[in-house]
C-alpha cells in the first residue's frame, strides 16, 4: 500500500517568512496529492491539490510543487500570517484504484507575530 | 457547503462501555469514512462506507464496528471501550469517486 512521510513534524517561523513543508510517496500510481488545514478545534480541510499531470499549482500565497520522478512534493506558504498557524497534512491516492487517500502525520506550523 | 455533523464534541466513557459515535451529512455524499487522529501519528483510516449497509475495513479496525442504516448517517461503535481507543475521532465524507473529503470538527473521546 501507499505510505507518506510528512517533514517537518513541528515548523516555526516569524511573521513575513516563509514556510515549506515536504512529502514523500512510494506509490508511483498515486496522482492526486491534496493538502489539508486543521486550525485548532476543527475538522481537517481541503486549501489546495494537485495532480500527476501538473508540476506547480498556485492559489495566492500558497503553492504546491510535484517531482513525479523523485517522488515528492511540497507545500510553499509566503508571507506567512499568524492564521496561518494550523496542523497541516499532506496525502496521497490513486484516482484510477481506491482513490482513498493516505495522509502523512502532519506539520505543526507555528506562525509568530 | 458541505455540513459534516459530529454528536459529540467531548465525551468521557469508562472502559468496558458500549460507546456510539455518530455523523451524519448533509449532502448526499455516497461515501463516509471514520479516522483516528493521535499526535505524530497523523490521520489513521478505521472505517469506510461506498454505500448504504456497506462497510470496507480500513488500516485499524480491530476494536471497532460500524453502521450505516442511512446514507446520510454513519456511526462508530466501540463494543467495550479501552483505554488506548482514548483519541481524537474525525468522521469525514465525499462524493463518488472524488477523492476531496470534507471532514467534522471531531469528537474527542476519553477512555478512563
Known amino acids: 500500500g501507499e505510505n507518506v512521510e510528512q517533514h517537518p513534524s513541528t515548523l516555526s517561523v516569524q511573521e513575513g517568512d516563509s514556510a515549506v513543508i515536504k512529502c514523500t510517496y512510494s506509490?508511483?500510481?498515486?496522482?492526486?496529492f491534496p493538502w489539508y488545514k486543521q486550525e485548532l478545534g476543527k475538522g481537517p480541510q481541503l486549501i489546495i491539490d494537485?495532480?500527476?499531470?501538473?508540476g506547480e499549482k498556485k492559489d495566492q500565497r500558497i503553492a504546491v510543487t510535484l517531482n513525479k520522478t523523485a517522488k515528492h512534493f511540497s507545500l510553499h506558504i509566503t508571507e506567512t500570517q499568524p492564521e496561518d498557524s494550523a496542523v497541516y497534512f499532506c496525502?496521497?491516492?490513486?484516482?484510477?484504484?481506491?482513490?482513498?487517500?493516505?495522509f502523512g502525520r502532519g506539520t505543526s506550523l507555528i506562525v509568530h507575530p | 457547503d458541505v455540513k459534516v455533523t459530529q454528536s459529540s464534541r467531548y465525551l468521557v466513557k469508562r472502559t468496558g462501555e458500549k460507546v456510539f459515535l455518530e455523523c451524519v451529512q448533509d449532502?448526499?455524499?455516497?461515501?463516509m469514512f471514520w479516522y483516528r487522529q493521535d499526535p505524530g501519528l497523523g490521520l489513521r483510516l478505521i472505517y469506510f462506507?461506498?454505500?448504504?449497509?456497506?462497510?470496507e475495513k480500513g488500516d485499524i479496525p480491530e476494536g471497532y464496528s460500524v453502521s450505516r442504516e442511512k446514507k446520510e448517517r454513519f456511526s462508530l461503535i466501540l463494543e467495550s471501550a479501552s483505554t488506548n481507543q482514548t483519541s481524537m475521532y474525525l468522521c469525514?465524507?465525499?462524493?463518488?469517486?472524488?477523492?476531496?473529503?470534507?471532514f467534522g470538527s471531531g469528537t474527542q473521546l476519553s477512555v478512563l
Open positions: 494537485i495532480r500527476s499531470n501538473v
Open positions: 449532502m448526499d455524499h455516497e461515501n
Open positions: 469525514a465524507s465525499s462524493q463518488g469517486r472524488s477523492e476531496k473529503l470534507f
Open positions: 462506507s461506498y454505500d448504504v449497509k456497506m462497510k
Open positions: 506509490d508511483s500510481a498515486s496522482n492526486y
Open positions: 496525502a496521497a491516492s490513486n484516482s484510477g484504484g481506491s482513490y482513498i487517500p493516505t
